[in-house]
T-cell receptor, first 112, second 114 residues
Framework: DQQVKQNSPSLSVQEGRISILNCDYTNSMFDYFLWYKKYPAEGPTFLISISSIKDKNEDGRFTVFLNKSAKHLSLHIVPSPPGDSAVYFCAASVRQGGKLIFGQGTELSVKP | DTGVSQDPRHKITKRGQNVTFRCDPISEHNRLYWYRQTLGQGPEFLTYFQNEAQLEKSRLLSDRFSAERPKGSFSTLEIQRTEQGDSAMYLC????????????FGPGTRLTVT
């Protein structure tokens, strides 16, 4: 039972353009959503989070949008340098400090 | 400010052997989590601690797995009688309660069971 789904295993964008990564979830009890970036042979790195009481959160080049009625969130990265090429995971939790449920990841490739 | 550290980074063992991994969280963090990641999947939750108390365990954590955090600082994850299906990346993360849900991950321990 995959409660958090990232339906695009891969995404390719041109350098300098916007990258949009999508995530869907099924559990309406999720209260907090996060995005992580992962390079090979490293642990995931926290990027940005959003509480279910908000529909948008922005931090530098990263913006996360949450649509609770559609149970959908997206991560926008503007602009995208080649160094952003990595696997991006969305994650969700039902309460603060609890376990994270991760999606399968989307591999972003930013081409020069 | 040092991040989460894990030791060893790589472990190769033969089926049936026991292995133990160590995680040192960010020093002021009171919560510590263990996850497992296999190829092509996101991390899967195994267990977590608040201080020295183990608050939740996944059903993925069979009787062969045990985790401890005896003094509320570092943690160990032991796998007894390893099986080939245990081959994975074992990730540790930590967070500080009251500051949000951001969990900060270590580099992981890559386990290969032959």
């Amino acid at each position: 039972d995959q409660q958090v789904k990232q339906n695009s295993p891969s995404l390719s964008v041109q350098e300098g353009r916007i990258s949009i990564l999508n995530c869907d979830y099924t559990n309406s009890m999720f209260d907090y959503f996060l995005w992580y970036k992962k390079y090979p042979a490293e642990g995931p790195t926290f990027l940005i989070s959003i509480s279910s009481i908000k529909d948008k959160n922005e931090d530098g080049r990263f913006t996360v949008f949450l649509n609770k009625s559609a149970k959908h969130l997206s991560l926008h990265i503007v602009p995208s340098p080649p160094g952003d090429s990595a696997v991006y995971f969305c994650a969700a939790s039902v309460r603060q400090g609890g376990k994270l449920i991760f999606g399968q990841g989307t591999e972003l490739s930013v081409k020069p | 400010d040092t991040g989460v550290s894990q030791d060893p980074r790589h472990k190769i063992t033969k089926r049936g052997q026991n292995v133990t991994f160590r995680c040192d969280p960010i020093s002021e963090h009171n919560r510590l989590y263990w996850y497992r990641q296999t190829l092509g999947q996101g991390p899967e939750f195994l267990t977590y601690f608040q201080n020295e108390a183990q608050l939740e365990k996944s059903r993925l954590l069979s009787d062969r797995f045990s985790a401890e955090r005896p003094k509320g600082s570092f943690s160990t994850l032991e796998i007894q009688r390893t099986e080939q299906g245990d081959s994975a990346m074992y990730l540790c993360a930590s967070s500080l309660s009251g500051t949000g849900d951001e969990q900060y991950f270590g580099p992981g321990t890559r386990l290969t069971v032959t």
